[in-house]
């Protein structure tokens, strides 16, 4: 079964706003990652958090983590309509050493011109 | 992060054949994983390719339906086998441990489009 879930499951915003998007897992985690996938191809890799990091930022992109709620947000600031994707978060547990990753339900993000 | 890709990008088969899906990397890479992504879902692990040894499955999943090549540290093969249309999906190969990398982050392949007729 999935580890995580995400909502809203699609958000539809006009350019230049920011959009959030929050991720919810079940058990201790490694580190969070989150990705954004464009028309069904490949997975882009955006940001990784570690458990015991609270914040980081790669360009417009902020991630919080609160491991207390088990919970993640990833918010896109000033988006563009190149944001349009899905973007998944995927966890690794913390009680596992494979590395393998479990993978949110997605948000399906469109971006108004 | 790594250069990864996969043949064929894309194929139609008929059902009751098989397509084998390659992965190569541009370096070596210490892990390698196979994912499933069925039509509008998110993406569901298959297995762990282990470099010279039977890839490690996740529930659900079995080798007769979905044997794992990986010779060496670079490359990657899976199989789906006598394919149904519920077969139809992307898949995708990942790679993780990389050198100067942290710990943990993985990077996806392009994926491979199958649909089953």
């Known amino acids: 079964s999935q580890q995580g879930e995400e909502d809203p499951q699609a958000l539809s915003i006009q350019e230049g706003e920011n959009a959030t998007m929050n991720c919810s897992y079940k058990t201790s985690i490694n580190n969070l990652q989150w990705y954004r996938q464009n028309s069904g191809r490949g997975l882009v890799h955006l940001i990784l958090?570690?458990?015991?990091?609270r914040e980081k930022h790669s360009g417009r992109l902020r991630v919080t983590l609160d491991t207390s709620k088990k919970s993640s947000s990833l918010l896109i600031t000033a988006s563009r309509a190149a944001d349009t994707a899905s973007y998944f978060c995927?966890?690794?547990?913390?009680?596992?050493?494979?590395?393998?990753?479990?993978f949110g339900s997605g948000t399906r993000l469109l971006v108004r011109p | 992060s790594a250069v990864i890709s996969q043949k064929p990008s894309r194929d139609i088969c008929q059902r009751g054949t098989s397509l084998t899906i390659q992965c190569q990397v541009d370096?070596?890479?210490?892990?390698m994983f196979w994912y499933r992504q069925q039509p509008g879902q998110s993406l569901t692990l298959i297995a762990t390719a282990n470099q010279g040894s039977e890839a490690t499955y996740e529930s659900g999943f079995v080798i007769d339906k979905f044997p794992i090549s990986r010779p060496n540290l670079t490359f990657s093969t899976l199989t789906v086998s006598n394919m149904s249309p519920e077969d139809s999906s992307i898949y995708l190969c990942?790679?993780?441990?990389?050198?100067?990398?942290?710990?943990?982050?993985?990077?996806f392949g392009p994926g491979t489009r199958l649909t089953v007729l």
């Open positions: 990942s790679v993780g441990v990389l050198a100067g990398r942290p710990s943990g982050e993985q990077f």
């Open positions: 995927a966890t690794d547990g913390l009680m596992d050493s494979s590395y393998k990753l479990i």
């Open positions: 370096s070596q890479v210490t892990m």
């Open positions: 958090i570690r458990s015991n990091e």
